[in-house]
């Protein structure tokens, strides 16, 4: 994983001040970061996945998420936030589009 952090900075062409300030960290803590020398923090892994715009899935097992994985994870979050009513119109949406797909 630590390794793959690196390469993630290298490729994008971004040097360790700038990703540390970024990540509001010292460089000498992204440098121990980077050569697993400090163990990272889950706020500090969500700050990186953000940051370079990958899944913690790609970070930690170097297996980006798909597409539909991803989409399917935006559907469920928003979808648990709708009230039951809206949540059976959808559902019953997705009955009719299943039914009827060409």
């Known amino acids: 994983m630590y390794a793959r952090l690196k390469n993630l900075r290298k490729t994008r062409h971004l040097s360790q001040?700038?990703?540390?300030?970024?990540?509001?960290?010292?460089?000498?803590?992204?440098?121990?970061?980077?050569?697993?020398?400090?163990?990272?923090?889950?706020?500090?892994?969500?700050?990186?996945?953000?940051?370079?715009?990958?899944?913690?899935?790609e970070i930690m097992y170097g297996t980006p998420k798909t597409v539909a994985d991803n989409n399917t994870?935006?559907?469920?979050?928003?979808?648990?936030?709708?009230?039951?009513?809206?949540?059976?119109?959808?559902l019953n949406f997705v009955d009719f589009k299943m039914h009827y797909q060409t």
């Open 17 to 57: 001040t700038f990703v540390a300030k970024k990540l509001n960290i010292p460089r000498t803590a992204l440098v121990a970061i980077e050569s697993n020398k400090r163990k990272i923090s889950a706020e500090e892994l969500k700050n990186f996945s953000e940051l370079y715009n990958v899944s913690l899935d």
């Open 73 to 90: 994870s935006r559907l469920v979050e928003k979808f648990s936030t709708l009230s039951t009513s809206a949540q059976n119109e959808i």
